[in-house]
C-alpha cells in the first residue's frame, strides 16, 4: 500500500514552522539579556595590558558560549592607562561618572597606580578589581569595594624561611626596589626570617630608574659584607639588569646563593635568553598553578588568537597574571548574574549644583552592596586553580621551587602552608597534618640543585669578611701583669712572642666562628721594644684603618666607643679599691661566755637539761626513793644539770632512765667541747680587718693612692672621686705595687677588678679587696674592631658561648690561680642551732622512746585499775584514778 504524498508535505512543513519559531524564541532571549557596563583600565601600548586584555576578552567569550542562559551579559570598556598615575585616575572617573560601570578590572604593574581607583570605587560603590597588584598595599581589608584576585607577595615570605631553613642559613641581604611593589613585603620576610632563627642583615634599595654605575656600586658595597645569601625582590625588567651587573663583578660566583621572589619568576617567560644566562643557579618562587587539559586547551586556543591580532609581537607566552584575569572576569560574570535584575544596576546621584566637581557629582552604585556579596561568595574551580575570595583576597598560596640552569627553568619541589616544602605535590596531598604553618624544612625535601659558579655544594651563606686577607691585630705593650698580655721580643731570632689571659681568649673566639680567619699579632712597641703610646693611642690605629682589630686587656670605654666597635666583655667589670690588712685581738667584754653559741641554740639547751629533768623524775620517782617526796621534781632537776659536769651523785635503778642519761651525757659532751672551742678561738684568734674601708675617709686623711700607669683609672680618681694629681702614685706591676705598700707610700690602691684579682692571687694574705667603688655593668675587658667591622657582633655571640661553655673560666684559672695555698684564717662565729640540731633530735627521739615503753609497762601492769567497781564511773575517772595512783 503506498503512503499519501501530501502527507509527507505536510509533516515537513510543519517541521519547519517549529524550527523558524524556536529561532524566533532564541532571538527574543538574546534581545532581553541585560547589559551590565564595566571598565577595563589597561596599559594598551605594553605587552603586560595586551596579554591580560586578551585574556578578558577570552573569558566573557567562553563564559557566556557555556552559559548561553544567563540574563546577564557584561559590556566592556576598556581605557588606556598609558602606565600613568593621572591617566589611570582620570579613566576610572570617566568610567564611573559617564559610563556609569558597575565594576572596574584594573591591571597596573604597580600598586601606585591602583590606589586611586581603590578611593575612587570605595566612593562610588564600584567594586576594584585588580589580577596584576600583589602588593600588600592597598590592603583589601581597608575597604569593601577593592579584590585582589592575585597572590599577595606577603604570602611567599613562609616559603622563603623554609629555603632558609632548609639550608642552615642565617642572615640574607635584600635587594629591592625602592617603590610600593618592594617596600610592601619587607615587614613580613623579616618577621617570617625570625621565626626560623634569620634575619635580614642589610636592606639594599634600588630606584626604579638608576644607571647602571648606581648598581654597580651597591653590588660592590655587598661583596665587602660577610653575608653571601641575597633575596632579590623587584620585576624583570631592574631585576635583569641587577644579576647582569651581578655577573660582570663576580657575584655569580662559587659561595653566593641567590633567590628571586614571585615578582620575577611569575614572568619567567617573558625574559631574553641573554638575562636568564647571567642567572644560573638562581633560586626563584612562582605560583603553583596545577596542570590541567583545560589549561592546556586554553593555552593553545590563546597562543593562536594573540598570534593573529598582534602578528608583530612574537614568542609570547602565557603566566599567571593572564590566567587571573580570566578567572577574574569569569568570577566577576557570575556575581553579576547573581545580582540579577535591571533595576540593581544604576547610579544615585549625591550633588547636582553647578558649581560641585566631578568627585562630588560622582554618585554611587545601588547595586555595589550586593555585587560585593555576591563577587565574595563566588567559588569555582578556575584555570588557575581553586577560586576563593577571603577578605577580598584571593587564597591561593602553593609556590613552585624552580632553580634557573641553562635556557629555561627547573622545578625543585613545592611549598605549601600544611607541610612546606616538599619533592612532589603528591605526598604533600597525603600528608594529614593540620597544623597551619609547617615547622621544619630540611634540603632533602627539594630536587638537586646547581648553585651558582656550576657547583652542586650548598653555600654557606657567608665568607670571610676580609677577602681571605690576614687580619692585623694590633697587641698593647706591657712591663707588667703579663698574665694578662705579655709581649717578649728575642733579638737573637728577631722573632715576638705574645702570650696571655687575653691573647687565649681572642684565639678561642676565632676558633669558634663559623668560618676560617687568618690573623696576625702585631706589638704597639717602638722599635726599642717599648710601648708606642697609650690605650688611647692604640684605638685610634684602629680609626685610621691601620688595623683590624685591638686584643688586650682594654676596657669599653664610652669615649673610645665613638671611634671603635667593641665586642661584649669578656671578664668582670668595675673599678675595685685593695688596701692593706691590719691585724688585731679580738675585744673581750663581760659577756663574752655567751658567744660561742647563738641564742636560739642556749634556749633549746636549757628546754632540754628541763625536759631530762622531767624524763628521769617520770621514771624513777617511784622506784627510787631519792626521787620520790614532795622534793623529787627539784631533785629530777638537779641531777640533769650535773650532768653538764658530770657531777650527778644519785642512783638510778630504772633501766630506760639509764639508757636517757646515757644519751644525754653523750650530748652533753658534745656541747661542752663545743662551747670550749669556740670560745677559745673567740678569745685567741686575731681577726683581719681592712685598714680603710671608705673612699671618703682616704680624702679627709689625705692619703696617697695608687693607679695603674697608663690606666683611665687615673682620670676616675681626679675628674670623678676628687683626689688631687699629688696624692696619686703610679706602678706597673704587682711587685710595684706590693712595694708601695710595704714602704708605706700609699694607703689603697684602685684598677679594674681584673688586675685587684691578679695581684691578690700573690698577696692575698696580706691584702683585701674593698667592694667596687665605680662600677659599670657594661664594662671590662673587650675587643676592639673598626666601625662597622662584621666581625664585631659574630665575636660577641661567641664570648657569650664561651662564656656559657666555661671555657673563658678554664683559661682565666689557667693564668689567674697561681697560688692556690693562699687562704686567710676564716673569722670565728657564733655556732647556731642548725649546725647541732641532730643531736637534740637523738635527744627528743630516746626521751620519747623511754616514756612511751614506760607507760605500755605501767598500764599493763595496772589493767586492773581500768575496771572499777561502780559501773557508772566514766573513762576520764578511771584515768584520774590511775594518775592519783601513780603520784
Request: proline fraction near 4%.
Amino acid at each position: 500500500m503506498m503512503k499519501n504524498p501530501t502527507s509527507h508535505v505536510s509533516c515537513l512543513v510543519f517541521w519547519l514552522l517549529l524550527f523558524k519559531t524556536l529561532l524566533a524564541m532564541a532571538d527574543m532571549a538574546q534581545n532581553t539579556t541585560i547589559p551590565v557596563n564595566v571598565g577595563v583600565i589597561l596599559d594598551l601600548d605594553s605587552l603586560f595590558g595586551k596579554v591580560g586584555l586578551s585574556c578578558v576578552n577570552m573569558a566573557l567569550s567562553d563564559f557566556y558560549a557555556s552559559h548561553a542562559y544567563y540574563k546577564t551579559r557584561l559590556v566592556l570598556h576598556t581605557r588606556d592607562s598609558m602606565r600613568d598615575v593621572v591617566a589611570e585616575a582620570a579613566a576610572a572617573l570617566e568610567l564611573i561618572k559617564d559610563v556609569e560601570v558597575q565594576a572596574i578590572i584594573i591591571g597596573p604593574e604597580s600598586s601606585k597606580e591602583a590606589n586611586f581607583v581603590v578611593n575612587l570605587g570605595d566612593k562610588a560603590q564600584v567594586p576594584v578589581i585588580s589580577f596584576s597588584t600583589t602588593s600588600p598595599s592597598p590592603a583589601t581589608s581597608q575597604t569593601s569595594y577593592f579584590f585582589r584576585i592575585a597572590q599577595d607577595d606577603s604570602s611567599q615570605v613562609k616559603a622563603i624561611s623554609s629555603i632558609f631553613q632548609a639550608f642552615g642559613w642565617s642572615e640574607a641581604v635584600l635587594i629591592y626596589v625602592d617603590n610600593e611593589f618592594g617596600d610592601g613585603v619587607i615587614p613580613y620576610l623579616g618577621n617570617a626570617l625570625q621565626e626560623v632563627g634569620a634575619r635580614i642583615s642589610y636592606w639594599s634599595v634600588i630606584p626604579p630608574v638608576v644607571t647602571d654605575d648606581h648598581i654597580v656600586s651597591k653590588l660592590q658595597h655587598l661583596m665587602t659584607m660577610k653575608t653571601r645569601v641575597f633575596i632579590v625582590h623587584m620585576l624583570p625588567s631592574l631585576g635583569s639588569r641587577v644579576f647582569a651587573k651581578a655577573k660582570e663583578i663576580g657575584m655569580m660566583s662559587e659561595g653566593y646563593a641567590w633567590i628571586m621572589t614571585d615578582g620575577m619568576t611569575n614572568f619567567f617567560g617573558s625574559i631574553n635568553s641573554s638575562a636568564i644566562d647571567n642567572m644560573q643557579g638562581v633560586l626563584g618562587l612562582k605560583t603553583y598553578i596545577p596542570n590541567t587539559q583545560e589549561l592546556e586547551h586554553f593555552r593553545v586556543r590563546w597562543q593562536q588568537k594573540f598570534q593573529n591580532d598582534n602578528p608583530t609581537i612574537l614568542n609570547v607566552k602565557l603566566d599567571v597574571f593572564g590566567l587571573w584575569a580570566y578567572d577574574t572576569a569569569g568570577a566577576l560574570a557570575m556575581a553579576v548574574e547573581k545580582v540579577g535584575s535591571s533595576k540593581n544596576f544604576s547610579f544615585q546621584k549625591t550633588n547636582t549644583s553647578d558649581r560641585a566637581n566631578d568627585l562630588e557629582t560622582l554618585g554611587f552604585s545601588l547595586s555595589g552592596p550586593q555585587l560585593v556579596q555576591a563577587l565574595s561568595s563566588t567559588i569555582f574551580r578556575g584555570l588557575s586553580g581553586n577560586f576563593t575570595l577571603v577578605n577580598g583576597q584571593l587564597q591561593s598560596s602553593d609556590f613552585q621551587i624552580v632553580n634557573v640552569i641553562g635556557s629555561g627553568e627547573r622545578g625543585l619541589g613545592y611549598w605549601t602552608p600544611k607541610d612546606g616544602l616538599v619533592r612532589n605535590m603528591k605526598s604533600a596531598n597525603t600528608n594529614t597534618s593540620t597544623n597551619t604553618y609547617s615547622t621544619t624544612s630540611n634540603a632533602s625535601s627539594l630536587g638537586p640543585i646547581i648553585w651558582p659558579g656550576d657547583t652542586t655544594t650548598i653555600p654557606k651563606g657567608w665568607q670571610n669578611p676580609n677577602h681571605g686577607n690576614t687580619l692585623k691585630i694590633l697587641v698593647p705593650v706591657k712591663r707588667g701583669f703579663r698574665e694578662l698580655v705579655n709581649v717578649t721580643f728575642d733579638p737573637s731570632t728577631n722573632t715576638t712572642m705574645i702570650t696571655g689571659f687575653c691573647i687565649d681568649v681572642f684565639k678561642a673566639a676565632i676558633e669558634e666562628l663559623p668560618y676560617a680567619v687568618s690573623y696576625e699579632f702585631y706589638p704597639f712597641a717602638k722599635p726599642n721594644g717599648e710601648a708606642a703610646g697609650s690605650y688611647n693611642d692604640l684605638i685610634f690605629q684602629l680609626f685610621l684603618g691601620n688595623y683590624d682589630a685591638g686584643v688586650g686587656d682594654m676596657t669599653n670605654r664610652a669615649n673610645r666607643s665613638l671611634y671603635v666597635d667593641f665586642t661584649l666583655p669578656y671578664t668582670e667589670s668595675g673599678v675595685s679599691m685593695v688596701v692593706p690588712i691590719k691585724h688585731s685581738k679580738s675585744r673581750q667584754g663581760a659577756l663574752v661566755f655567751l658567744k660561742p653559741f647563738t641564742w636560739d641554740l642556749w634556749v633549746i639547751t636549757c628546754c632540754c637539761f628541763i625536759l631530762i629533768g622531767f624524763v628521769i623524775w617520770v621514771l624513777e620517782h617511784r622506784i627510787n626513793e631519792d626521787f620520790r617526796g614532795p622534793g623529787g621534781p627539784a631533785v629530777s632537776f638537779w641531777f640533769s644539770l650535773s650532768t653538764m659536769v658530770f657531777a650527778q651523785r644519785e642512783q638510778l635503778v630504772s633501766n630506760l632512765s639509764r639508757f636517757v642519761v646515757v644519751v644525754w651525757c653523750f650530748v652533753v659532751l658534745i656541747l661542752t667541747q663545743t662551747y670550749t672551742a669556740s670560745l677559745t678561738s673567740l678569745l685567741t684568734v686575731e681577726k683581719l680587718q681592712p685598714t680603710v674601708t671608705d673612699v671618703g675617709q682616704l680624702l679627709k686623711n689625705g692619703d696617697f693612692v695608687g693607679f695603674q700607669e697608663g690606666s683611665f683609672v687615673q682620670e676616675l680618681l681626679t675628674n670623678e672621686l676628687g683626689f688631687h694629681v699629688e696624692k696619686l702614685r703610679a706602678y706597673r706591676s704587682t711587685q710595684e705595687l706590693a712595694q708601695l705598700f710595704e714602704k708605706g707610700g700609699v694607703s689603697a690602691a684602685f684598677d679594674e677588678t681584673p688586675f685587684m684579682n691578679l695581684f691578690l692571687s700573690t698577696y692575698c694574705s696580706e691584702y683585701t679587696m674593698i667592694e667596687p667603688t665605680l662600677f659599670n655593668a657594661d664594662s671590662g675587658f673587650a675587643f676592639a674592631f673598626p666601625k662597622g667591622s662584621p666581625l664585631t657582633l659574630d665575636v660577641s655571640r661567641v664570648i657569650t658561648n664561651l662564656q656559657e661553655q666555661g671555657k673563658i673560666q678554664s683559661i682565666k684559672d689557667k693564668w689567674f690561680k697561681k697560688d692556690a695555698g693562699c687562704k686567710r684564717d676564716p673569722a670565728t662565729t657564733s655556732i647556731s642551732f642548725n649546725s647541732l640540731w641532730g643531736l637534740f633530735l637523738l635527744v627528743g627521739v630516746s626521751s620519747a622512746f623511754a616514756l612511751l615503753v614506760h607507760a605500755a609497762m605501767f598500764f599493763y601492769h595496772n589493767r586492773h585499775l581500768l575496771i572499777l567497781p561502780d559501773s557508772n564511773a566514766s573513762l576520764w575517772q578511771k584515768l584520774c584514778k590511775i594518775v592519783t595512783f601513780t603520784l
